[in-house]
């Protein structure tokens, strides 16, 4: 065997391919270079284009029917710019940094290199290997699917502190945080070579670097940022239902991409992560709209649209995991805790999350992700593999939900002081009592 890599040049010189001389050489070759599956990647290009709807609009329209109409464009402006810088910052270095090799030790677990930043190397040839032995999808397809995922992350933290916040704020914090907070977190947990990908922890489709993520970087500004004026003592009320309506829908829309094309095959699996996030959002709505009529003697639309984010937020990290039964047990928990997390619990504390990032989030996240540890059960109807031991499966999904809340809490505290240090976080009241449609961007949502 030793001779062949002195033939190559002679051979190459003749024009003879050395695998036309070995069949077997050939065959090994052929299994390492994986072969692009065509309905694969059809299903992973509509789930992107479908997370895109869930953000623009549907993020946008859910959280700007909750503002007041003063604040309406600010909110749209707000949603469409971060996805439009996260987009811009991902293909530059952020893909890099979350999916590639950061070298040894530590700092190799935590967050990846610059190896494939502004994509180098990067072809219409190169793959991403699924679950599938053999079988990829082209590596700019899976780029583009998680940047849908980086850009969602941090829009959902500008309904915390919606109403108050400058626009100039949003953005070099959007920049600062995906950069030092978002990416390590995604590389740690959805890495091969990440310190919770090899703990063993499970996170389908992002119950840790989305929602938890999102929740407590929401949480920690709204803390900093400070209360509404009139926060307590004005009606600060939503001002279109029927668009938070619209936004929601689109929301569970785009969220069947969300979860099932994080299967990243159009297989089984992305057949049961669908159903799960049909089931799981349905109980959560049916729990808080039973626990919002015992408490208030009526049940609301605002709820049961709320209700359904949380259920999806919490079959988020099991989509791919837990069985149709247990997603319908975790919907349930999540529709009734979020409901006390969004009313008593913020209501005792007093801290102004405009939209209720936390409450639903951040709170639908932590349940969701210790979880899925019980309903990944193969004996209780889970997917989970091996060996499977809910207990010791339960420790390690703590502890990467008290990682993730440790590194984005800190994280997030340092970049707010550091936003507010620069371009300072809060408009003047003079310009939160005009609105910041028309302080910040010089326009109206309703011309009447």
Request: aromatic content about 10%.
């Amino acid at each position: 065997m030793t001779f062949r890599p002195l033939l190559l040049p002679a051979l190459g010189a003749l024009g003879i391919s050395l695998l036309a001389l070995d069949p077997a050489l050939a065959q090994d070759a052929a299994a390492a270079t994986p072969t692009v599956n065509k309905g694969d990647t059809a299903w992973m290009l509509v789930s992107t284009i479908l997370v895109i709807l869930m953000t623009i609009p549907g993020l946008a329209l859910f959280y700007g029917g909750l503002v007041r109409t003063k604040n309406m464009l600010s909110v749209l402006m707000q949603v469409f710019a971060v996805f439009s810088l996260v987009g811009i910052l991902w293909v530059t270095y952020g893909y890099s940094l979350a999916f590639t090799s950061g070298g040894e030790g530590m700092l190799g677990a935590i967050i990846g290199g610059f190896s494939k930043a502004f994509l180098a190397g990067v072809t219409t040839d190169s793959t991403a290997d699924t679950f599938t032995k053999g079988v990829a999808i082209p590596e700019f397809t899976f780029i583009a699917f998680q940047l849908t995922f980086a850009a969602i992350t941090p829009a959902l933290i500008v309904g915390a502190f919606a109403e108050r916040i400058k626009f100039s704020a949003v953005m070099l914090f959007t920049g600062l945080w995906l950069t030092f907070v978002y990416l390590p977190v995604a590389h740690m947990v959805w890495f091969s070579e990440g310190y919770l990908f090899g703990l063993g922890a499970l996170d389908f489709a992002g119950g840790t670097v989305v929602h938890i993520n999102s929740g407590v970087a929401g949480l920690i500004g709204a803390l900093l940022i400070g209360k509404r004026i009139g926060y307590g003592r004005d009606l600060l009320a939503p001002h279109s239902l029927t668009l938070t309506f619209v936004g929601a829908c689109l929301l569970w829309v785009g969220w069947f991409a969300f979860n099932a094309g994080s299967n990243l095959e159009a297989t089984g699996g992305a057949a049961l992560a669908l159903l799960n996030t049909i089931v799981a959002p349905c109980a959560a709505g049916l729990a808080w709209m039973t626990v919002e009529a015992l408490h208030k003697g009526k049940a609301s639309l605002l709820g049961i649209a709320s209700s359904a984010v949380a259920g999806l937020v919490a079959i988020t990290p099991a989509a791919g995991l837990a069985g149709p039964m247990g997603s319908i047990v975790l919907g349930l928990v999540a529709g009734a805790v979020c409901y006390y997390a969004v009313t008593g619990v913020k209501n005792a504390l007093g801290y102004d999350d405009a939209l209720d990032v936390f409450g639903i989030h951040g709170v639908g996240g932590i349940i969701g992700a210790i979880g899925t540890g019980i309903v990944a059960a193969p004996s209780l109807g889970g997917y989970g593999i091996g060996e499977y031991s809910i207990g010791s499966q339960l420790v390690t999904q703590v502890i990467a939900v008290v990682v993730t809340l440790v590194w984005t809490g800190i994280g997030s505290l340092i970049l707010f002081k550091i936003v507010d240090a620069i371009v300072g976080l809060r408009v003047t009241q003079d310009q939160e009592r005009e609105g910041l449609d028309l302080a910040d961007h010089g326009e109206r949502a309703y011309n009447y």
